[in-house]
């Protein structure tokens, strides 16, 4: 092989080039690389047995169901002997829980986020960053017993001028939840804030800007992508929440923007419904279907969305 590169070397007059692939093969790596391709084709193959066993069901009740009276009829009784299928209601209670949930994770996760990444000493971060995540951990049904037995009194005491007619308040599991992605949205703008070059940071503070300045006008518009990355993905967590909202929210189908309220959110439908009494095949079953191919497309829609603002106001730093 030495003399091949060196006639060859000779017979053009250029330097020989190192070969840069091993002569033997790596076994290891290629079974790695199978392995990886595996895993890939799996979570495709997971993913579309989803939407299969969504979307079998789901035709079925069309098939008995109007489309427009489903999507738009404000009336939802499905196990109801004069059955209503208007799911308008629970969506409204859905996004509802969704936006009390982020007017309060919003705000305090960034803060936090900006917190850590900017203000928090060393040794501060160390405690608060594992403290979030532990917090991220607590299970669902801990915190929907905490907004019944403590949240919900405390704000019938610190708001005595609501009208609240009973335990389940749709803006009290809205806090709930918020309480619980607050440490998504600061954990990972916390990243995303830290990634920003350091460089950008001291052409601002050469330019005599504060840190205040720099936190808020440098290193948060360049972390945007992130934080917003951050943001979908909480309110995608809260959309799917389940046991917080059956707990804290109740299950009455009002279609309300009242915060003191009782409400049904989707998910809390398809966990109250979902319990093995009914029937396979009937149209009450077949209505948990339609309701989780529709959630599947609300968040298929605000992901999609995602990530065309994350595109958008990406930036790249070399």
């Not at 900017?118 to 951990?137: D, M, S, W």
């Not at 009194?153 to 005595?160: G, M, N, Q, V």
């Not at 046991?243 to 959110?265: C, K, Q, R, W």
Request: with cysteine; net charge neutral.
């Amino acid at each position: 092989m030495a003399s091949d590169f060196v006639a060859s070397s000779e017979h053009t007059g250029l330097l020989p080039r190192p070969r840069l692939e091993a002569t033997s093969p790596r076994y290891g790596e290629k079974a790695i690389k199978g392995a990886l391709f595996a895993c890939a084709v799996l979570s495709v193959a997971v993913t579309t047995a989803i939407v299969v066993s969504l979307l079998l069901p789901t035709i079925s009740f069309f098939e008995h169901v109007s489309p427009v009276e489903f999507l738009t009829g404000t009336e939802w009784a499905p196990a109801f002997a004069d059955a209503s299928f208007g799911v308008l209601p629970i969506v409204v209670g859905t996004l509802a829980v969704v936006f009390w949930a982020l007017i309060v994770a919003i705000p305090v996760g960034l803060a936090s986020g900006i917190y850590l990444a900017e203000y928090a000493p060393r040794q501060v971060r160390k405690v608060i960053k594992p403290a979030l995540e532990v917090l991220a951990g607590i299970p669902t049904v801990a915190i929907g017993l905490f907004a019944l037995a403590f949240l919900r009194p405390l704000a019938e005491d610190a708001l005595p001028f609501l009208e609240w007619r009973g335990p389940f308040s749709v803006g009290v599991a809205g806090i709930a939840v918020g309480l619980m992605i607050i440490p998504l949205i600061s954990s990972i703008s916390d990243d995303a804030m830290r990634s920003v070059p350091s460089g950008l940071r001291e052409g601002a503070y050469a330019l005599g800007a504060t840190k205040f300045k720099v936190s808020t006008r440098v290193v948060f518009p360049a972390a945007i992508s992130g934080i917003v990355a951050a943001i979908v993905l909480a309110a995608s967590r809260a959309i799917g929440e389940t046991m917080v909202v059956l707990l804290a929210a109740g299950a009455s189908p009002n279609l309300t923007l009242d915060p003191t309220a009782s409400i049904l959110t989707m998910t809390a439908f398809i966990g109250q419904t979902a319990t093995g009494d009914i029937a396979t095949g009937t149209i009450q079953y077949d209505t948990i279907f339609a309701v989780g191919a529709l959630l599947f497309v609300l968040t298929l829609t605000m992901n999609s969305f995602a990530i065309r603002l994350v595109r958008r106001f990406r930036e790249i730093y070399e």
